[in-house]
């Protein structure tokens, strides 16, 4: 054999013996990829239960599943994530529970009517109940399947100027999620309601295109939208979570053992999910008042009760719209009396 055709039959043998021992290992390692998109940063409750499932997908499934989070809007922004998914071009998301009344699932709103969860023991009664499961189900005719209820927390409102009577936010123009229910509770104090997406917030802040907006801590800080707002004000007068959802044709088509491991994946994330939501929170408000960019209020009890007065007014002008069976369930979930306001 000369030189050359010697080195080429080395090199035919190393790639048939790498052949042989890579083939069968590449076919049973190419992975189920679960592209799970989503708009808030990472440290954030939402984002670390993203994490939390990916890593525990691939533990339970031995790594036959590969989920991909894409988080902070890298991939699409609110809107567009929901046809993407629609569409199949991502598999999972964890949209907030407003951004599913544009898909025509109107009910959800029922979730950001202001005052109508006291505290995370008020809203388990229905997103780990029946109500929540049947909202999740409605879902499914917008080829959507709901697997969980993720918590994020009470929201606080920003601006620059003090937020303590009802006439405080009279004239702000304040970013809002697309939501008819958000739109009125604003309109209720007399604030000019405007519809961005999440990842144009900040630099609608810090623009002036409006001057306040609502979120919870954590996402109030992690965007630092606190850097571009004077004041906080802790009025706790509505609930922001998710949903996490999946493509329902994707998950249908799943082998039903690896649909299983999933879903205990997911039942392990939604656990740490809402375990950590309340302290991340908790840190997240302590992070802003500590930063001194924004002063943090905490309204007095009858400051609070004038803003609930104020708001109100909204169940009731928007219980066609949400449907007042939804609104019943709720409140009957809740032990709450609407009577007794
Ligand atoms: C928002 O748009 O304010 C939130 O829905 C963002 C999020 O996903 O927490």
């Given at each position: 054999m000369t030189q050359i055709t010697r080195r080429q039959a080395l090199a035919t043998?190393?790639?048939?013996?790498?052949?042989?021992?890579?083939?069968?290992?590449?076919?049973?390692?190419?992975?189920?990829?679960?592209?799970?998109?989503?708009?808030?940063a990472t440290d954030t409750p939402k984002g670390k239960a993203a994490e939390f499932f990916a890593k525990r997908a691939a533990e339970l499934t031995?790594?036959?599943?590969?989920?991909e989070v894409y988080p902070n809007s890298q991939?699409?922004?609110?809107?567009?994530?929901?046809?993407?998914?629609?569409?199949?071009?991502?598999?999972?998301?964890?949209?907030?529970?407003?951004?599913?009344?544009?898909?025509g699932v109107k009910e959800f709103e029922a979730f950001d009517l202001?005052?109508?969860?006291?505290?995370?023991?008020?809203?388990?009664?229905?997103?780990?109940?029946?109500?929540?499961?049947?909202?999740?189900?409605?879902?499914?005719?917008?080829?959507?399947?709901?697997?969980?209820?993720?918590?994020?927390?009470?929201?606080?409102?920003?601006?620059?100027?003090?937020?303590?009577?009802?006439?405080?936010?009279?004239?702000?123009k304040m970013r809002i999620q697309s939501s008819k229910v958000l739109d009125a509770q604003m309109r209720a104090v007399?604030?000019?309601?405007?519809?961005?997406?999440?990842?144009?917030t900040y630099q609608a802040l810090q623009t002036g295109v409006v001057d306040g907006?609502?979120?919870?801590?954590?996402?109030?800080?992690?965007?630092k939208m606190y850097e571009v707002q004077k004041h906080v004000s802790v009025t706790n007068h509505g609930y922001l979570g998710y949903a996490v959802v999946v493509n329902k044709k994707f998950w249908d088509g799943l082998p039903a053992d690896i649909r299983t491991q999933l879903t205990q994946a997911m039942a392990d994330a939604?656990?740490?999910?809402?375990?950590?939501?309340?302290?991340?929170?908790?840190?997240?408000?302590?992070?802003?008042?500590?930063?001194g960019k924004s002063t943090v209020y905490e309204p007095s009890k009858g400051e609070r009760f004038l803003l609930k007065k104020a708001m109100f007014?909204?169940?009731?002008?928007?219980?066609?719209?949400?449907?007042?069976?939804?609104?019943?369930?709720?409140?009957?979930?809740?032990?709450?009396?609407?009577?007794?306001?």
């Open positions: 043998t190393a790639a048939l013996a790498a052949g042989a021992t890579l083939l069968p290992t590449a076919q049973a390692q190419s992975p189920i990829v679960i592209k799970f998109s989503h708009v808030v031995k790594g036959k599943v590969k989920v991939l699409y922004k609110d809107k567009e994530e929901m046809e993407a998914l629609q569409l199949g071009s991502v598999q999972m998301l964890a949209p907030s529970l407003s951004k599913f009344a544009p898909l202001p005052f109508i969860f006291d505290d995370y023991s008020d809203l388990h009664a229905v997103t780990q109940g029946p109500v929540g499961a049947k909202l999740l189900k409605k879902l499914e005719s917008r080829g959507i399947s709901g697997l969980a209820y993720w918590d994020n927390g009470f929201k606080v409102m920003s601006a620059n100027r003090p937020l303590h009577a009802p006439e405080d936010y009279k004239g702000l007399g604030a000019l309601p405007q519809v961005l997406a999440f990842s144009e907006t609502e979120n919870p801590p954590s996402n109030l800080y992690t965007q939604t656990k740490v999910a809402n375990e950590d939501a309340l302290k991340d929170n908790q840190d997240a408000l302590a992070k802003v008042k500590a930063s007014p909204v169940h009731k002008q928007m219980s066609s719209r949400i449907g007042e069976e939804t609104i019943k369930d709720i409140y009957k979930a809740t032990n709450f009396d609407p009577t007794k306001m």
